[in-house]
């Protein structure tokens, strides 16, 4: 039989509810974890600053990118689908690592 999923209780304090602006990441990776820093990028600066690193199993960020994809998904059936303008605003935020 399977067994009825019990809610998760998230606690996040009042610092933390206010969240953080990223408009870039950068992702690293080892065989055994990847590491997310997410930066903000001024225009015009030459350096980025970390604002917060995140670091995660490979399981557990393939997990992160098959939910983004989906809330990609429904996002942009609600609200359109989502244009990115411009080769220099790919480059400036996130992008792909080879």
């Given at each position: ?77 609600r609200f359109g689908k989502i244009k990115i303008f411009g080769k220099e605003e790919k480059e400036i ?6």
């Open positions: 039989m399977e067994e009825a999923k019990k809610p998760l209780n998230v606690e996040i304090s009042p610092e933390q509810s206010e969240g953080i602006y990223a408009n870039g990441v950068g992702i690293h990776h080892t065989p055994s974890e990847f590491i997310l820093d997410f930066l903000r990028i001024l225009p015009g600066a030459q350096k980025a600053k970390v604002f917060a690193r995140v670091i995660m199993t490979p399981q557990n960020v393939v997990l992160l990118r098959n939910a983004l994809e989906d809330n990609i998904k429904k996002y942009e059936e935020g996130f992008k792909k690592s080879n």
